[in-house]
């Protein structure tokens, strides 16, 4: 047999016995982002090698590369931060979480493929996960509005900067509308952040106000009779989120003399994922009984 075949196999059969021993798995909650949307990835690291191990005592010992399906090279930014020295019993697994977003220029329609590798210093050896791919996709425009952040309290006069909110939907994997809101500077070439807002009915339109701190009100129709409120800062961060049924009467947004911004009409439905959260009744029995299982553990 010649000899770089021997060699080639040597080397597979010791590649494929070190993935026996520890495999590494890329995660991802979904499968379908908008450009500049958040791409939190969680790659698991279960060791199977019946040795104990030290993973990350190296600022590289975990990376990532990202190949586009399409034809094109896809530019690295930077190396997502992975510090964090640990050890990893047999049997044991391990999960680091990263968002790579801001590492990969991913701002190009198209499917991806992510892999990480993972150093190990006492084998010398790396072991690569199976790709992972995913889908960069365009989101059609329903709205948009350039607004002046407000300046911090004690700056001198200046002018303001000027951002824009812009509302975006796009279709999930199952073909279920999803509502996004894109931050960026005035000329849209900036991109600040991409917020996912929620599902959105397909027939109907989401309203929109801005008060008189350029924050974003929002309420948009997310089933046949329910509603959601959402109000966003100018840094993009959500401050409030509120549910609402159509009970008698539409929600809807109202501006008052002030300028404030209020949602009238229908009824409000309390839901885990308002915001802010609704506070802990300490005097109620259910809090006190989980109180009671805390401190006992």
């Not at 026996?20 to 499968?31: F, H, M, Y």
């Amino acid at each position: 047999m010649n000899g770089r075949v021997v060699a080639l196999a040597l080397t597979l059969l010791g590649v494929a016995s070190v993935r026996a021993q520890l495999s590494v798995e890329v995660t991802l909650e979904q499968e379908q982002f908008l450009p500049g949307e958040a791409i939190p990835v969680a790659v698991k690291i279960r060791n199977r090698s019946g040795q104990t191990l030290r993973l990350g005592t190296e600022p590289d010992w975990l990376t990532f590369s990202v190949e586009s399906r399409d034809g094109f090279v896809v530019m690295k930014l930077g190396d997502p931060p992975v510090e964090g020295e640990f050890t990893l019993g047999s049997s044991q697994v391990a999960t680091k979480r990263v968002d790579l977003a801001p590492w990969f220029a991913l701002n190009r329609s198209g499917r991806y493929a992510i892999t990480a590798s993972v150093r190990v210093p006492e084998w010398n050896r790396d072991v690569t996960s199976a790709p992972r791919t995913l889908d960069i996709v365009s989101g059609a425009k329903l709205w948009s509005q350039e607004f002046g952040v407000p300046l911090p309290p004690g700056a001198s006069n200046q002018p303001p900067e000027v951002r824009r909110y812009t509302l975006l939907q796009a279709n999930d994997p199952r073909k279920q509308l999803r509502l996004f809101l894109r931050l960026s500077d005035a000329s849209d070439t900036r991109l600040l952040k991409v917020l996912p807002i929620g599902p959105l009915v397909g027939f109907s339109q989401p309203e929109t106000q801005l008060d008189a701190r350029s924050r974003l009100h929002l309420l948009y129709q997310n089933g046949p009779r329910s509603f959601s409120y959402t109000c966003i800062s100018p840094d993009g961060e959500i401050l409030e989120r509120r549910a609402y049924e159509y009970l008698g009467s539409r929600p809807r947004l109202r501006v008052s003399e002030d300028g404030a911004v209020n949602v009238v009409g229908g009824v409000r439905r309390e839901r885990p994922d308002d915001l802010p959260p609704k506070p802990v009744d300490d005097a109620s029995p259910s809090a006190a009984a989980d109180h009671g299982a805390t401190s006992k553990n």
